[in-house]
């Protein structure tokens, strides 16, 4: 981000804000919706993480850090928002993953298919760190930062959930080639 824009907006300059808000909320929104997994939540997070940065803007010390500090925003709400979730009745999306994504062959579905699945089983602290480093491709150090913790607790929580996604998709490929294990699956 341009550091003079994030002056003009810190000091009162609605414009300035108004294009940093249009430069960042769609990578605001893939975040959030990687953490939440729901595109109503993700939206609601990411207008909520806007007004917020505009709120708090004056407090940002260096705007160098602007794009972390919008997304260390943006995961308090998604954490919270989370845990309101976990409160309702579970509802599942039926649809494509990434709707705007053009059509895959047959095996990249099942692919996908199956780590959505897995990603589905992580719990949102662990989510929220694969998004930062994997999604984002934010070095670990800005992962800790972003999140609030401590860098081996990102480190850690990083290893469980990758070891959980890979537990999920051999789980899921075991259940999908073995008949014996398949009939005793509920349909």
Sequence with gaps: MDDELVVRAREGDEAAFALLANRMAHRLHGVAYRILRDVALAEDAVQLALLRSWQDLPSLRDPSR????????????????????????????????DPGAPRDDFATVVDRDALE???????????????????????????????????????????????????????????????????????
């Design 66 to 97: 602007f794009d972390a500090w919008c997304y260390r925003i943006l995961v308090r709400i998604c954490y919270a928002q989370a845990k309101q979730a976990r409160k309702r009745l579970a509802e599942v999306p039926l649809g494509d993953i």
């Design 117 to 187: 699945r897995g990603f589905l089983r992580l719990p949102v602290e662990q989510r929220t760190v694969v998004v930062l480093h994997h999604y984002l491709g934010l070095p670990m150090s800005e992962v800790a930062e972003v999140v609030g913790a401590p860098m081996e607790t990102v480190r850690s929580r990083l290893r469980r959930a990758l070891a959980t996604l890979r537990a999920a998709i051999e789980a899921d490929a075991r259940i999908a080639t073995d008949p014996a294990i398949r009939a005793k699956v509920p349909a």
